[in-house]
């Protein structure tokens, strides 16, 4: 990616399992971000389609709060700089992980 190029951005969200289909993710205005059916139909039980479709649902939520806490936990602050150090590490793992 050139210097100039921006990173592209997900979907913006809250993003939603659907209400019929449970293994889809959904956006704000109900497009299709995401389907695990393909997993469903090689066997994966539904239980765990269902749960993958959750998590994934859940990671625009997730990804704001991993930046709220590390804006939040930022030093200065009444925290110990060892225990803020270790926690802000592994939030910046959580969050480059996501894409962030």
């Known amino acids: 990616m050139a210097a100039t190029e921006s990173k592209p951005k997900p979907t913006a ?25 393909f997993f469903a139909e090689r066997g994966a039980p539904q239980g765990e389609t269902a749960a993958n479709a959750r998590l994934i ?14 804006a939040a936990f930022a030093p200065p602050s009444k925290l110990s700089d ?13 969050l480059a992980k996501a894409g962030a």
Do not use: N, Q, T, Y
């Not at 889809?24 to 695990?36: F, N, T």
């Open 57 to 70: 649902a859940a990671a625009p939520d997730l990804l704001a709060a991993c930046e709220r806490l590390l």
């Open 82 to 94: 060892d225990l803020i150090r270790d926690e802000m590490a592994a939030v910046r793992a959580a």
């Open 13 to 37: 969200g809250p993003w939603r399992v659907g209400e019929l289909e449970h293994s889809i993710v959904l956006g704000p205005k109900g497009e299709a971000v995401c389907s695990c059916f």
